[in-house]
Nanobody, 129 residues
Framework: VQLQAYGGGLVQAGGSLRLSCAAS????????MGWFRQAPGKEREFVAA????????NYADSVKGRFTISRDNAKGTVYLQMNNLKPEDTAVYYC???????????????????????WGQGTLVTVSS
């Protein structure tokens, strides 16, 4: 799976952005998709995941209620709608994919970057105060 993320940019605190990640290659609908982020000087952290059918989602506590992950299997694209952005959301955001295994409800709970085999190049989100 080849992934390309885009949609990052500069936004003021309280604003919104929507990230997109286009996938090509192996069958998109068989993969759990995730978003991770890495702020300067920090380790990469989990943001959100969505099951292959889109029926299960999982979010980091820090973004619950503000971010929404979704996917369009027909278009091979996963999205991250980010609302009420905060300066601490500033980071490079990466989309990632893993071949789904087991139950979808459990697969979306995988939040370690090592559990995802495919990665996009990242898109920078900067939130100004």
């Amino acid at each position: 799976v080849q992934l390309q993320a885009y949609g990052g940019g500069l936004v003021q605190a309280g604003g919104s952005l929507r990230l997109s990640c286009a996938a090509s290659g192996r069958i998109f609908s068989r993969h759990t998709m995730g978003w991770f982020r890495q702020a300067p000087g920090k380790e990469r952290e989990f943001v959100a995941a969505i099951s292959r059918g889109g029926d299960y989602t999982n979010y980091a506590d820090s973004v619950k209620g503000r971010f929404t992950i979704s996917r369009d299997n027909a278009k091979g694209t996963v999205y991250l709608q980010m609302n009420n952005l905060k300066p601490e959301d500033t980071a490079v955001y990466y989309c990632a994919a893993r071949f789904a295994s087991g139950s979808s409800s459990f697969d979306v709970t995988r939040a370690k970057s090592s559990e995802y085999a495919y990665w996009g190049q990242g898109t920078l989100v900067t939130v100004s105060s």
